[in-house]
């Protein structure tokens, strides 16, 4: 991990794409391997994770 | 029953900590089709789900036309102003719609939350070491 986010798309269990344009990498994984199920996976930046959500 | 290793990442106090992320499926509106998410964290503190930017924007068409509101944590002053959109999700092969909030930013990671996410199953943290849910 890094300092800022990152998106990575997986096809099955392969990473095929890291970056932050996500619409992009989406577009390409599914010209790409248009009859596989495609996953995102957020890579958060290095730090603390505290997650604390209220409205 | 769907179990989920935790899994490693970098801290900055820990230098690697371990955290209860989970996999789960989120329906595209704008797409018509399944994707998968990994890595969203099981988050029994947050009262409702969230989900990043960009991410919101590859499954609903106008992320702004859901209802705007600001979300609080523990920091302070500090709010995230967020669009909330009923979608679809699916753990192993329990599909349910709950709210969630998609945020106007993108450094935000995705979280299930409690309200009809992480409360709608039986859920064990493991030890630090695995997360069990059941229905």
């Not at chain 1, 990575?8 to 990473?15: N, Q, S």
């Not at chain 2, 068409?61 to 995230?80: A, H, M, N």
């Not at chain 2, 106007?104 to 199953?121: A, E, M, Q, W």
């Amino acid at each position: 991990m890094g300092k800022f986010y990152e998106y990575e798309i997986l096809v099955g269990d392969k990473a095929v794409a890291r970056g932050r344009n996500l619409k992009l990498m989406l577009e390409e994984a599914e010209k790409k391997y248009p009859k596989k199920k495609i996953s995102i996976r957020y890579i958060p930046p290095e730090g603390i994770l505290i997650a604390i959500l209220r409205l | 029953m769907p179990s989920f290793d935790y899994k490693e990442q970098d801290s900055g106090i820990f230098g690697k900590i371990s955290r209860p992320l989970i996999k789960v499926d989120v329906y595209s509106f704008t797409k018509d089709k399944w994707y998968g998410i990994s890595d969203v964290l099981a988050d029994t503190g947050a009262d409702i789900s969230i989900l990043p930017r960009n991410l919101g924007e590859s499954l609903v068409k106008d992320i702004t036309k859901g209802k705007i509101q600001e979300v609080k944590g523990i920091v302070p002053f500090s709010k995230l102003t967020v669009y909330i959109h009923n979608l679809k999700f699916r753990i192993n092969s329990k599909e349910f719609e709950l709210p969630v909030a998609i945020a106007d930013s993108d450094d935000v990671l995705p979280i299930l939350g409690r309200v009809r996410g992480i409360d709608l199953f039986d859920v064990t943290f493991n030890k630090g070491i695995k997360v069990d849910i059941e229905e």
